[in-house]
């Protein structure tokens, strides 16, 4: 038998950038790839976001290690540290480090990282002058950093400000030389750089601003520093901040193209195909990057081509920052530079510290800074990378996101004050401290990783912004919300878009043709990606599809509501919430024929039956259906209620027949299944008694007609619906009402709820569809009501005539 030879993969860099993309290539291809690494330092890869808090005492260094030397021999990864590679042999594909190591390889990663800009001004080479780029720095630091003596940090960037504050810590005397007018001026505009400066020299820092370095002092060792205009200040440490440069000179010796960085295509390759270059030495569309959440979006785009999938492309990265100074709130992100074009949203509160400046340009947000209260920062960031028209939240768009947490919107101070026993996700019951564990102990970067590990914000959804927050302050400086297109799963590199879009486009009908058009890398998915392709494909193509019941959850297979010891509850649908003693007396008979132990008034004006056994389900189903009614679907990712009040017929507020309208409503949308869970009510008037504002859909009626809300959300996290439009007529409000489901069904990512789609897509985008664009609203509605063709099929009447019996028989049991 014929041995397949593996492919030599050699890495010019033991870092964050190099390692990531190791770590993606062993989940494509474990076993395709004979893997050599080098790197200069003489440690395995750890994580250099955290040198501030070594610095500052607050980690040791162990605690900062990504990948200890046993995962490197556990992935058969030859390692070499402390080597530094001087030679590429291109021609002969060689590589050579200065002690005469010489590798070949197949293909080349060069991931050499930036070296820290060190000024070219006399007495740089004076001992006491260090950089600040690496673990050596740091130790060389703490060995200068004596109580009492005085330290001179060059550079009022992220870096500087945090070596400063570590510096500070340890009880030296600090002082910050910056070339500009206020500190961290590629962050921060001038008021937020002022109200940084300030807190900061409260801490005791000592700034220097719009001052140029002329010469480091000292004979022997360094005493001092002069600026240009003649000023001396003392010294006995300084750190050169002041930018880094890419680490290029390796890549240009061998030939390859080079501009600020190694110049990349969007597959990560360099001029040479046989090389492939990561991280902060790389160039991609005129453009270099400095902090990690990029670097690991490249990462992940250049193991997809090296495993030849071939199905990834980096289109470059948006960034936020923030400072990682404890108990300083500081976040921006974009351009937050208004120009003729832009407006500006600003909020400034003296009293409290808190400081917001929101760019927008054609009603999209641009940029961003904040100060003192960050906790909104992921929502700006997020809606810059998906352009969302903020043209219908303008008014509250500086004071946040409003259903963000359980913890408000405190800042991230405050989330970082938060005790370990808060609740962060009240879906799963998640607190905080098991957040913060487990981004510490399994070294998670990203907000996928810590829904992974925790299920925090891996349900409805709306604890993602403090979630983010968390990670953000767990992380530090470095950390940068998810990108825009976030794979669905493991499964595949492609997000929801893609895979909606290519199942339209391409005309797919069938979940395995999905996973071999988008190259699934396992054969039959999983618990994430099946549901979602099952859904997308239903709702696709409603009258060619075949429902795969293998793909859905327990709940929706068996359809009723599996309860906490294995019984299931059973809810019929109540139109409207209206009944009849006829009803309710068939309801009692069952129930007693069954035994059933509890019958139960649900807050969506329906009757619940609970405690009652796989086995019995279809009997019971059967019993119901002979009474009358069908499936109530409070089980599945559809329609749930329409709830009513009595409106005019019997309140002597009702303006409009809201019980009869409701159930016309319920009529027409019953059975349709949707990305989450849909909730309806029709209030006869503005008091509004069934709670139509908190509703995926709502209707408020009034003298004049019909009032129509969007987006709405009760339960653990609480928002209140926008105002979609008014209409005059009852036929309107059907027309709307399956525009809006049926635009909700084909464009949201499923398991989203209304709420954070809408906030994802701007409202502006949904009036577009529905009200601006009659046609469109048309053709929406048309769509809606041929899906529903296939959907309003009672699930209950087919499994009591024996559908998919094998669900509901019990396992045999051996004596």
């Known amino acids: 038998m014929m041995v397949k030879n593996k492919i030599r993969l050699v890495v010019i860099g033991n870092g964050m950038a190099g390692i990531r993309t190791i770590e993606e290539l062993l989940k494509m291809s474990a076993d395709e790839f004979d893997i050599t690494v080098f790197g200069s330092e003489p440690q395995p890869n750890y994580n250099r976001i955290l040198l501030s808090p070594v610095l500052s005492g607050e980690m040791a260094f162990k605690d900062t290690i990504l990948n200890d030397w046993s995962w490197y021999e556990q992935n058969h990864i030859t390692l070499h540290t402390g080597k530094t590679v001087t030679q590429i042999d291109r021609l002969h594909c060689l590589v050579e480090t200065d002690d005469g190591i010489v590798t070949p390889y197949d293909r080349l990663l060069i991931a050499t990282g930036s070296n820290p800009i060190m000024l070219p001004v006399p007495g740089i080479d004076l001992p006491g002058v260090l950089g600040y780029r690496s673990i050596d720095d740091v130790e060389k630091m703490l060995a200068a950093s004596m109580p009492g003596k005085r330290a001179v940090v060059i550079g009022g960037g992220l870096l500087g400000l945090e070596a400063a504050n570590g510096l500070s810590l340890r009880g030296m005397d600090v002082a910050v030389v910056h070339l500009c007018e206020w500190p961290m001026e590629r962050q921060l505009d001038k008021v937020g750089g002022g109200l940084l400066q300030q807190a900061l020299e409260q801490r005791g820092l000592k700034f220097y601003m719009s001052r140029q370095t002329d010469a480091i002092l000292g004979e022997t060792s360094v005493t001092g520093l002069r600026f240009s205009g003649g000023e001396e200040i003392p010294a006995d440490l300084v750190v050169m901040s002041a930018g880094i440069r890419p680490n290029i000179a390796l890549a240009k010796s061998a030939g390859i193209h080079c501009e600020r960085g190694i110049v990349v295509s969007d597959t990560m390759q360099t001029y040479d195909p046989k090389i492939y270059s990561v991280g902060e030495c790389v160039q991609h569309r005129g453009q270099t990057y400095g902090l990690v959440a990029p670097l ?85 960031f997020q809606m810059m990378r998906d352009e969302t028209d903020v043209s219908e939240m303008r008014e509250h768009l500086l004071f946040g996101q409003m259903h963000i947490g359980d913890s408000g919107h405190g800042g991230t101070a405050a989330v970082a004050n938060l005790p370990d026993s808060v609740e962060v996700c009240g879906c799963n019951g998640v607190c905080k401290g098991a957040i913060v564990n487990a981004i510490i102990d399994k070294k998670l970067f990203t907000l996928e990783e810590v829904r992974a590990h925790t299920k925090a914000s891996a349900s409805c959804g709306s604890c993602t912004g403090l979630v983010e927050a968390i990670l953000a302050n767990t992380l530090g400086g470095d950390y940068s919300a998810q990108p825009s297109k976030k794979p669905i799963c493991g499964c595949t590199e492609h997000a929801h878009q893609d895979m909606q879009q290519t199942i339209r486009e391409r005309g797919l009908k069938t979940i395995p043709e999905v996973m071999q058009a988008l190259q699934w890398k396992t054969p039959d998915g999983c618990h994430v990606c099946r549901p979602a392709l099952n859904y997308y494909l239903l709702a696709a193509w409603p009258g060619e599809y075949a429902d795969d019941s293998r793909s859905r959850f327990i709940n929706e297979r068996v359809h009723a509501n599996i309860q906490k010891d294995g019984t299931y509850s059973v809810i019929p649908r109540i139109w409207g919430g209206v009944t009849s003693p006829a009803e309710l007396r068939a309801i009692a008979e069952i129930a007693e024929r069954h035994e059933v132990p509890t019958v139960h008034i649900t807050g969506g004006q329906r009757i619940g039956l609970y405690g009652i056994t796989k086995e019995n389900l279809p009997k019971m189903w059967s019993e119901l259906v002979e009474a009358g009614f069908v499936s109530g679907h409070a089980y599945g990712k559809s329609l749930r209620t329409v709830k009513t009040c009595v409106g005019s017929e019997w309140c002597r507020f009702g303006t409009q027949d809201s019980t009869g309208l409701g159930i016309q409503v319920e009529k027409m949308t019953w059975g349709s299944w949707t990305p989450h869970k849909f909730k309806i009510a029709v209030s006869g008037c503005p008091r509004n008694c069934v709670e139509a504002t908190i509703k995926d859909f709502g209707v408020v009626c009034v003298d004049s007609g019909y009032e129509l809300h969007v987006g709405g959300n009760g339960g653990v996290k609480v928002r209140v619906t926008d105002f979609l439009c008014k209409v005059a007529s009852e036929a309107e409000v059907l027309e709307y009402c399956g525009a809006f489901m049926q635009l909700y069904r084909e464009d949201a990512h499923y398991l989203d709820r209304t709420a954070p789609w809408i906030e994802r897509v701007g409202l502006a985008h949904v009036k577009r569809h529905i009200v601006d664009d009659a046609a469109k609203r048309a053709e929406l509605y048309a769509r ?32």
Not at 345 to 373: E, F, I, S
Not at 799 to 811: D, I, N, V
């Open 784 to 815: 809606f009501l041929e899906s529903q063709r296939y959907s309003q099929d009672d699930p209950w009447k087919e499994r009591a005539e024996g559908k998919e019996a094998h669900e509901f028989t019990a396992l045999a049991t051996i004596a």
């Open 296 to 380: 690991f979006e490249q990462a992940k785009v250049a193991a997809n081509h090296l495993a030849r999938y071939g199905a990834m492309r980096y289109e470059g990265s948006s960034v936020s920052t923030k400072l990682k100074v404890t108990g300083i709130d500081l976040f921006s992100a974009g351009d937050f530079n208004a120009g003729a074009q832009d407006e500006e949203l600003l909020l400034q509160d003296a009293a409290r510290g808190v400081y917001k400046k929101l760019v927008l340009r054609n009603n999209k947000l641009r940029g961003a800074v904040m100060y003192g209260d960050t906790m909104d920062g992921p929502w700006y």
